[in-house]
């Protein structure tokens, strides 16, 4: 049975890394499968919305870099991540923070659990490019490792939605190959790409998380590629949704959120035959 058939409550029994077995129960109880990516610069806009959406999703997305934080607090990026922190605990979904890390270990561990914006401390899931070789998964796992609390995990890049990305085929194929490095286990939680990666392996299963969702099949004029949640899910296997301008540019975005949550929920029910 190919992973993509198994139901998310099956596989957050199975799944080998903890971070993924909670988002898989997180989807099963709740019934979502959408990430909202909260791509908006003003963090008194990107609170009320994830408030309003919370209940919708398995997974909020950040940019925190793109954010403009108001000078005149003390600390006003603490402040903003505890936030979100509360909110993810109080409508029960994670944070994923779309850093794309792509330097040798040693920096990478810099990156992630310091500097002005201390992602290891509060998201629960990053992700990294395969380009600088497996000391990228190491350098990460081992400041993950230290953080106290809640589990935290990683997802590599295979595979980009922009036109003319540099990855899928051959390049995807070496990034599951360094996801399946013995080690990394326990902290590759899956991976960005177009459709179902790995599985071959019995009791292998990687998370895939899908950027380039729309409601109709499209693009933005710079690159992105959208498809449709059916497409997405239900044909080419993907597990999680990624969806941003989508529902924050649109005028009523609990609405639109509720059609993306239904439409890939259907899709996945489709695929393991419920
Ligand atoms: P959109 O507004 O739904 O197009 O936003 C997509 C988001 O996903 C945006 O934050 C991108 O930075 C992010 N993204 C992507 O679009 N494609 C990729 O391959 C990866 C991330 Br990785």
């Not at 999680?240 to 301008?245: A, D, H, L, S, W």
Request: one cysteine or more; proline letters at 5%.
């Amino acid at each position: 049975q190919k992973t993509s058939q198994k139901t998310y409550h099956t596989r957050s029994t199975t799944h080998k890394t903890a971070a993924g077995r909670k988002l898989l129960q997180i989807m099963s109880e709740k019934r979502t499968n959408l990430c909202l990516s909260i791509d908006l610069t003003n963090p008194s806009e990107i609170i009320p919305l994830v408030t309003l959406l919370g209940p919708k999703i398995c997974l909020l997305k950040t940019h925190i870099d793109i954010i403009s934080f108001p000078p005149s607090e003390p600390n006003p990026i603490g402040t903003f991540t505890a936030k979100l922190q509360e909110l993810a605990r109080q409508h029960n979904f994670m944070i994923f923070e779309d850093r794309k890390f792509a330097d040798i270990g040693n920096t990478v561990q810099e990156q992630y659990r310091g500097g002005v914006y201390k992602i290891a401390s509060w998201a629960h899931i990053t992700n990294a490019h395969a380009v600088p070789g497996p000391g990228i998964i190491r350098g990460l796992q081992a400041v993950a490792e230290r953080v106290v609390g809640e589990p935290r995990g990683l997802l590599l890049l295979a595979e980009m939605s922009s036109k003319g990305n540099l990855g899928g085929g051959e390049y995807l194929k070496q990034t599951l190959a360094m996801a399946r490095e013995e080690g990394v286990e326990g902290f590759v939680v899956g991976f960005i790409a177009m459709s179902e990666v790995g599985g071959e392996v019995e009791g292998e299963d990687f998370i895939v998380m899908t950027p380039g969702v729309g409601l109709e099949v499209g693009g933005d004029g710079l690159g992105q590629q959208y498809r449709t949640p059916e497409e997405v899910v239900g044909r080419d296997g993907c597990d999680v949704v990624i969806v941003g301008r989508g529902i924050v540019k649109d005028e009523d975005p609990l609405a639109v959120a509720e059609v993306y949550r239904e439409r890939a929920w259907r899709a996945y029910e489709g695929r393991v035959g419920k």
